[in-house]
């Protein structure tokens, strides 16, 4: 046994020792996302508008403590605040199961106000009609009866000297909740002071511009203690308490953006997950073992190992490097689904250049030694033009958009060291042994001489006929066309105990002022409702669907609600990352090939496909969001491989045949890569349709996606993308 080969075995010995490692337990080691087990997702906006310039990053560093307070008091493990661009925060609360409480400890500004009462109640009158008396603001008790009362207009303690908040009853009456508070030991001395002069006065006791009580000041308080006395629930009590407690946000703020998954839909989409990954992964196999029998074998090894290192290396990042937030979300599922289709396109080449040269004549070592070297650079340069996808989805993405892109990037790592390093060191063990002395494979597709170059132009014709129609459909549909991601607006789904006709919630949200909804259930989850407004909506409907469908128990899934400002970016940020993603892709593969025709083509191929991709969801009315630019970008990544790898073929092509014109060379290329282009396009197909079928309602129309662009991308390699380099190599 030679060295390399001692030095590559041990090599893999390790990494699987290693992946090993940092895999297992899977739950201590494999961190999963809030869409996976359910949370809350904010980004929330400080408003500093108002805020002098030199003040601004302060006030956002002081909100983002004061929040950080207030989580941890709420018991949330685990959470993540941080800042996000000049004044929004994002905040991220797994396993939170209280929406309402988590809304309303984040968003009170608690800022809380001593002022003076005016004594004259016929001021009061005067001012109620109108006449507000200078230095004076008209302000209405928070109580049933809803006095009005002349507050002074300038404060005169301020709740900064507030040392502690808690909830207490009242020992009279109905025994109502109030708060106590206690001042530090300068707030003590001032409210003593305060409550001395004023002694026959009222004081008004104000949270957030809301006056909470006016008691009067019977003698002065020198015991450095007050209470706030309302019409209030023991919630909302202990909610303004911890507010006070943790002290007054320095500016308001506002909910940008929220996604809040409950428990149930994470389990589901887990469950969903799963399945899809084992039935896609079966059917892989399966193909792989009929179809190149012993290499086949071989290379559901190196799938396996693959699979092992995907989730190593994101136990291992999770263990060692937690900061880079290597989440398993429900995209990085399908992330590692598309990873298991784009390791079998490296194998399947792999295996057909073998084979190319076992037909040659060459003798089995040297057969396997140039079947893996001549497919290396098609390999690379694939992988290395998706992992450019990636690269642009973690920079322009959040949430599980970023988790998909980690682990596309890590399976993209892991699909080049299997296919190059694990699948060529089992050959050459088994070689070694003496063990391999013929490889059958079964072969679909013989040696084809279809002139696919001479019917360009209809297909050009085609293609812009098919991209006109997909662009008129998303112009005519207009706002409709996009999902809340860019749209703006707010998706709620349940989960009913009994199904309910969509035509029955429709009719009693109108009767109740909510006509503006658009409902949705599918056939296969009948008790599931689905409910998009523009507006936030899911108050008005929990209590609809409370007092109209008592009998019928339901469970909030998951609250989606963006701002318009924030579709808005993210509609931005979204073509952008389209944008220096075909760029991107443009740059390499022109530098790969040294001619700026092969790229041109093949991005104008790469257009071809997103915009089929995005015009044809939309005509069979599905909506484009984030997931949907996610496969997109997949797409763009996936389908140049195709490209490459006829182009690579061109390549070693006219290098051998000097005098044949370029159309010749490009017509042979396609046949000689026809059978490969079918394989590994059907094989992805099948873990596409998976999870179609299986991976849940979360990912089905990023499925769709995927399944148009992929068969897009075959029929633009060879339809668009080769006969281009041809057009313009004339020129």
Known sequence: MNKNLKYRLLLVAGVILAC????????????????????MHLVIKVETEKVPDNQKDDVVARAMEILRNRIDALGVGETLIQRQGQDEIIVQLPGITDRDKALSVIGKVAQLEFRLVHPDPLQVKNAVAGNVPPGYILKYLKKEENEPILVEDKVALSGEMVKDARVDFATTGFGEPKIS?????????DFAELTQKHVGERLAIIVDDEVYSAPNIREAISSGTAEITGVFSVEEASVLALALRSGSLPAP????????????????????????????????????????????????????????????????????????????????????????????????????????????????SIAVNNGFSRAFSAIFDSNLTTLIAAFMLYQFGSGPIKGFAITLTIGIISTLFTGLTVSKTIFELILHYRKLKTLPMLQFFGNTKIDFISKRYFFYALS??????????????????????????????????????????????????????????????????????????????????????????????????????????LRQRALWAIILALGGILVYVGFRFKHFDFAAAGVIALLHDVFLGAGILVLLGRQIDLLVVTALLTIAGYSINDTIVIYDRVRENMLKTKKVNLKDIINLSVNQTLGRTILTSSVTLLTVIALYLFGGEVLNTFALCLLIGFISGVYSTVFIASPLVLAWHKK
């Open 253 to 364: 703020m506002h909910v940008e953006e929220e996604r809040t998954i409950g428990p149930l839909l994470g389990r589901d989409s887990i469950h969903a997950g799963i399945n899809a990954i084992l039935l896609g992964v079966a059917a892989v196999f399966l193909f792989m073992l009929i179809y190149y029998l012993l290499s086949g074998f071989i290379a559901d090894i190196a799938l396996s190992i693959n699979l092992l290192m995907i989730v190593g290396i994101m136990g291992f990042l999770n263990t060692m490097l937690p900061a880079s937030q290597a989440t398993l979300t429900l995209p990085g599922i399908a992330g590692i689904l598309l990873t298991l289709g784009m390791a079998v396109d490296a194998n399947v080449l792999i295996n057909e250049r073998i084979r190319e040269e076992l037909t040659a004549g060459r003798p089995m």
């Open 464 to 569: 812009l006929g098919l991209i006109m129609a997909s662009l008129v459909g998303i112009w005519t549909k207009k706002q409709d066309a996009y999902g809340i991601d860019f749209a703006g607006g707010q998706l709620q789904e349940y989960r009913f105990k009994q199904p309910i006709p969509a035509e029955d919630i429709r009719n009693q949200l109108k009767k109740e002022g909510l006509p503006e909804v658009i409902i949705q259930q599918f056939a296969s989850t009948p008790e599931n409702v689905i409910i998009r407004s523009s507006e936030d909506t899911f108050d008005k409907v929990m209590q609809i669907f409370k007092t109209k469908f008592p009998n019928n128990k339901f469970e909030v899934l998951r609250v989606e609600k963006v701002g318009p400002v924030v579709g808005q970016h």
């Open 20 to 39: 090993l490692y940092f895999s297992f337990p899977l739950n201590e080691k494999i961190n999963l996302g809030l869409d996976l087990k359910g949370g």
């Open 181 to 189: 508070l206690s001042f530090s030991s300068t707030g003590a001395r």
